[in-house]
């Protein structure tokens, strides 16, 4: 049995991390399908929210000012 090591850092899970990607390249599938799957979704709703194109843009800006962010 290996000597396994509980990651205390960001850096330790990280490293973890690429060596599970080297052991199993299955997980960078994985990966990738989860981050699609939430760019589709982000930028559903986006979409819904403020539109397509143009429109997209002024009607973002014109939120972030109601919001107070700009």
């Known amino acids: 049995m290996k000597n396994k090591t509980i990651p205390k850092t960001d850096m330790d899970y990280v490293e973890l991390y690429a060596n599970k990607l080297k052991e199993d390249n299955s997980l960078f ?3 990738k399908m989860l981050i699609e799957s939430q760019l589709h979704a982000s930028s559903s709703l986006f979409s819904k929210m403020f539109g397509r194109g143009k429109k997209f843009k ?12 700009i």
């Open 58 to 69: 002024v009607n973002a800006r014109k939120y972030l000012k109601e919001v107070g962010i």
């Open 29 to 31: 599938k994985q990966q």
